[in-house]
């Protein structure tokens, strides 16, 4: 009787190692579809947090940095609607065809120089309102150029 109790303890613990198992691969995977689903509801870094959790677990590394750069393109859009043109520029050209970043890219760059030229445009009117007409036609000339 002694053989039986020993091979039914066997048995036993081999059930439950894969009880076990199965219940920590069933969590991994319950974390990573949550993770999905933060992912597709635009919560980028709930996600980035949940995929940590889970590691190496199937393509989570790769989910990792597609959040990060929707986080990036997010910041971006926000500097290019707070009027922050060249920052925007800057990484709205680091995220490449991300989205419809090169065209934002375009956008900031045309903001750029429509900033500069009404700078140039001030810096002139100054110059014309302190009857520096000479210096003022010159600074207006930027403008074209």
């Known amino acids: 009787m002694g053989k039986k109790i020993k091979i039914s303890v066997f048995v036993i613990s081999i059930i439950i190692f894969f009880i076990f198992l199965f219940s920590l691969r069933y969590k991994v995977f319950h974390k990573y579809e949550n993770a999905i689903e933060l992912y597709s509801d635009g919560k980028y870094q709930e996600a980035i947090d949940e995929f940590k959790l889970i590691g190496d677990y199937r393509d989570s590394y790769e989910k990792i940095k597609l959040c990060e750069t929707a986080l990036d393109y997010e910041k971006a859009v926000k500097l290019y609607?707070?009027?922050?043109?060249?920052?925007?520029?800057?990484?709205?050209?680091e995220l490449g065809d991300y989205e419809d970043s090169e065209l934002y890219k375009a956008k900031c760059a045309v903001e750029n120089i429509d900033e500069n030229k009404e700078k140039i445009y001030d810096s002139a009117s100054e110059?014309?309102?302190a009857?520096?007409?000479?210096?003022?036609?010159?600074?207006?000339?930027q403008i074209l150029d």
């Open 81 to 93: 609607t707070d009027g922050e043109y060249e920052q925007a520029e800057a990484l709205f050209g």
């Open 127 to 129: 110059l014309f309102d």
């Open 131 to 141: 009857g520096e007409y000479e210096q003022a036609a010159e600074t207006l000339e």
